[in-house]
């Protein structure tokens, strides 16, 4: 084939090629996602009971399960131009070093200084609340992906944002954390003894470390109490599905531009932001009957929310003060291993995704760390791009079914979700290279433990 | 003017239109580069003195004054075609935070594992290895950029490769050394007692915690002393300049595409490779007299070549087992302060744009860190990428340089090298950050005695 006719390694859409929309997956579910209900009275929440919590117009979009498409602000395009369009990228080094007859693309959103896709919907999330004429934001973050890509919004709109950091995380990992005060944040380990919620966690487990739960508490407190503030979160939410389905689209576009129809999508699955995204628009083919795709979550074996878990409402933070969502959980006090390094630590998942697992309109398998590490390190060094642990669940399963075709001699056409860089994990990394990785799957029992603190909804 | 003929945010070259040739600067040049000599006989070395240390074909490049052009190998375009080409960015966000009339431009090399445009030529060098039938090579890394370019590209071709990391970069900053590892290199502190003048060293100084010119020697000698080894070098040399030629022609061919022609072109210095290419064929039009370009080296105050140093023949490492190279120099003793976090600290200079700056083809200007890191915390803030210490050295004057457009009404067109990332930076940004960063800067007292170790040359 001449070098003009081939596919090239990294198909880039035009500038002008950004999504105008983003697309609503729930306009073409036949059973919609289950809504939010309130821990106490177990009614549905409405506008009015989210507001003291989110911005309005994400709540407006958090409810909408009819309308399928939303116009992205120009303010957001010109943002999304300072990092898109991200390539789809054809793997032709990993191809060749496996061997396979199957063509792999990957849509890699790693390209930005929050190192993932979180990007995508910290952005819009800080715009509407800079045009609702809020002071700032308030949050949550872990190793602190959602925590930087935050920080890069805000510091961009000229909002305050105020990021409660798992405290085990602002310590033992503090580049993240520094790359959010560059960005003029303000990062505060939690528990912390600034809110009423932290400083009973802390009075009632002297020396905790934290957990992500105990964060988000701590951050709603925050929005709640102080005027001009709202909470934002980084996942799990529709409204979060609806702006990650940019990369679904650009995906599509990219892959239309050569009459590339894909056998199986790919994507890992923690809270399910990337996946939700990146699927949407194949998803909605799917849904409408038009056409069949292979839709496959991939998730850590340590932390099996789609593969051992429950499809029940469940509390989406340990001081239970959220609203309840009804998803694949495995409770909302399941802790994964401390041994686990992969990311995607959630106990649920995204309803919209739980309803079209649910559905049988997609598929889900869990997979160890060890043998992620060991794709990570694959694709590392064919494809040059050191890829997130998260990332690298994907990887993983899109490998795996490259190996199926090698044995099979089928041509299938893969595309995997990149989401994002490892650059902040080499911790991970390091226990890998010195061979000190172990795997950890949960027991039955250690389930049934955490599955016993589900709320009773009728 | 509509969204249709606006220049884009992100210029981006067809994959088919990475270049096919470096281009050669001192082709153009009516003084050409001296050429290195033995430090013993101060005889010019020769393409057999060479071949002890160096591949054969790379000695080619680095003792041709007169070839134009070489073209690329087709497997260093592939190469080339997974993180190529490199976007030149118009940076609307930050001209419109200055409220400049200046239109600035970035080419950005960061946007790949190894971080920075170090990539260009460590595939270069290690696919010239492969080809000459060699089982790998040997280099020196300080903070592990370089290290880390050429381990991807020894993964990618299969050669073995041997780092040797200054021993305090080896301890306090792990990361990069994990990448490396992951990448499957093995990475040696510096001084180690693995060679003679590691073991020299440790005798002579216990406890001593390594430089860049120990970890060269070291390299050197196991690469003189192995069979089927040889040693490579990130920057300085001749063939460096040349294989990052490919960072100024793909700039070239974007502001072509576009009618841009630029007033100024702008870019850090430490040993020159990023300049060298960046601004090769600017100078190569400038040379012929075709046209006339402000080409502005800049570097840190606290290490200044250019600015401060002499233009005399010295050592390239601190075992003096290298040839000497005539350059601007600070004498190859001279260590910047251990306060200095912002990269480019090598004693010397490229010999070509050492020429080139004595003949009076280049401006170079020096800056002090602390607002080195202003200008990099503001440049994160508006156009969302975190920059490398060293990039932001070229950020400063460039905005500098727009500021004084501001001040003149001037609508002049700036171009920059923004070579890397500072995700592996952060101990630094800390420093910053926390309002702990100081400048510091040589007396003349203590240039006049690293000066003085240089070698006398007739």
């Not at 890829?387 to 075709?405: F, Y």
């Amino acid at each position: 084939m001449s070098e003009q006719n081939k596919i090239p390694y990294k198909i880039y859409l035009n500038e002008n090629e950004i999504p105008k929309q983003w697309y609503n997956v729930r306009a073409d579910m036949k059973n919609k996602p289950a809504p939010l209900i309130n821990p106490g009275t177990h009614e549905p929440m409405g506008f009015d009971d989210l507001r003291p919590v989110f911005c309005d117009e994400l709540i407006k979009q958090e409810l909408d399960n009819d309308t399928a498409y939303f116009d992205i602000p120009q303010e957001i395009r010109d943002f999304y131009k300072m990092y898109r369009p991200s390539p789809l990228v054809r793997a032709y080094c990993l191809e060749k070093a496996l061997g396979t007859p199957a063509k792999i693309y990957y849509k890699f959103e790693g390209n930005n200084t929050s190192g993932s896709h979180k990007l995508n919907s910290a952005i819009a999330q800080a715009y509407y609340a800079k045009n609702q004429g809020l002071k700032g934001l308030t949050t949550e973050t872990g190793a602190g992906q959602w925590g930087t890509a935050l920080s890069m919004a805000c510091a961009y709109l000229g909002l305050d944002l105020k990021v409660f950091m798992v405290k085990v995380s602002y310590e033992q990992k503090p580049f993240r954390r520094e790359v959010m005060r560059t960005y003029g944040a303000s990062v505060t380990p939690s528990p912390s003894m600034e809110t009423q919620i932290g400083r009973k966690i802390n009075a009632e487990h002297p020396g905790t470390t934290g957990s992500l739960g105990c964060a988000i508490s701590e951050a709603v407190e925050v929005a709640t109490t102080n005027e001009g503030y709202r909470y934002v979160l980084g996942s799990v939410l529709n409204q979060v599905l609806l702006h990650q389905s940019v990369i679904g689209l650009e995906t599509k576009a990219a892959l239309d531009k050569y009459g590339i129809v894909p056998d199986m999508i790919i994507g890992c699955a923690g809270g399910g932001s990337n996946l939700g995204g990146l699927i949407s628009p194949f998803m909605g083919e799917k849904l409408r009957g038009e056409k069949d795709y292979r839709i496959i979550a991939v998730e850590p074996a340590s932390c099996p929310s789609f593969t051992r878990g429950k499809y029940a409402y469940d509390f989406c933070d340990t001081g239970m003060v959220c609203p309840l969502a009804k998803m694949y959980t495995l409770g909302s006090n399941f802790i994964p291993s401390a041994n686990h390094a992969g990311g995607l630590r959630y106990h649920g998942m995204s309803p919209i995704l739980s309803q079209l697992y649910a559905d049988g309109y997609m598929e889900a398998v869990s997979v160890e760390q060890t043998s992620v590490f060991e794709a990570a390190e694959n694709f590392a060094r064919t494809e040059g791009i050191l890829p997130a642990p998260e990332s690298s669940h994907a990887i993983r399963v899109a490998i795996d079914e490259a190996l199926k075709c090698k044995a099979s001699g089928e041509e299938k056409t893969i595309v995997f979700g990149l989401t994002g860089t490892g650059y902040f994990d080499l911790v991970a990394y390091q226990k890998f290279n010195d061979g000190e990785m172990t795997d950890y799957i949960p027991t039955d029992e250690d389930l049934a433990k955490s599955l016993a603190s589900l709320p009773k909804v009728d």
